[in-house]
């Protein structure tokens, strides 16, 4: 039996619209997040103060100049002194250097070229035995934790949908998982899209060895 016609125009639209539509909410949200940054400049500086008139996007290229100005800052010798002159200073305040020794330490792991994190991408059956769910791997568990299963265990991070930004930290055996040959980008769109934008057939769990 054929769809309705109605029933075609309705879902053909919204396959148009809606992509644009979420774009559009992405870009803007960005946009006006990067726009905040102006906030750090004095107020008599802000471009809404001397130009009278709000600019959409002009935070997005202060954000960037700001970005670019500082890697080119932090990368020679003079640069590197005031880092860890910042940090030193930063290291005598308590709460300050434990929260910034934290994220500090989270990007060097994600960024760095040789790290493991989100490079994997796994399948533990979670919440439940029987259920199954997608996971990144995010480090290979320490020995002051893992002395207490004697178990070669694995770091998971397991994303909720449609927001994968936010979800669990699990850790689990190694061989209770199951790693896929699935790109993290592949893994993401599953995520994002409720499962309906499926891999490609040939990402299937690696076999061991």
């Not at 893992?146 to 265990?153: S, Y």
């Not at 449609?162 to 199951?178: C, H, Q, R, V, Y």
């Amino acid at each position: 039996m054929k769809p309705h016609p109605i029933r075609r125009y309705v879902i053909g639209g919204l396959l148009v619209w809606i992509p644009i539509i979420v774009t559009l909410f992405v870009i803007r949200f960005l946009v006006d997040l990067l726009d905040g940054m102006m906030a750090f400049l004095p107020e008599g500086y802000q471009p809404d103060n001397l130009f009278g008139v709000h600019i959409p996007g002009l935070g997005v290229i202060f954000a960037v100049v700001v970005v670019l100005a500082t890697g080119l800052i932090v990368t020679n010798v003079l640069g590197r002194r005031l880092v860890s002159l910042g940090e030193a200073i930063l290291a005598k305040i308590p709460l300050v250097r434990s929260i910034y020794h934290a994220v500090k330490q989270v990007m060097e792991t994600l960024f760095s070229s040789g790290s493991d994190s989100f490079r994997s991408v796994w399948l533990v059956e979670y919440p439940r035995k029987g259920l199954w769910s997608i996971a990144f791997q995010t480090a290979i568990v320490s020995d002051t934790l893992t002395e207490h299963t004697d178990k070669d265990m694995i770091a998971i991070f397991i994303p909720t949908t449609p927001n994968p930004t936010s979800g669990f930290l699990m850790m689990t055996p190694k061989e209770d998982a199951i790693e896929l040959d699935m790109s993290v980008e592949e893994a993401l769109k599953l995520v994002i899209s409720l499962g309906v934008m499926q891999p490609n057939t040939e990402s299937l769990p690696k076999k061991s060895a």
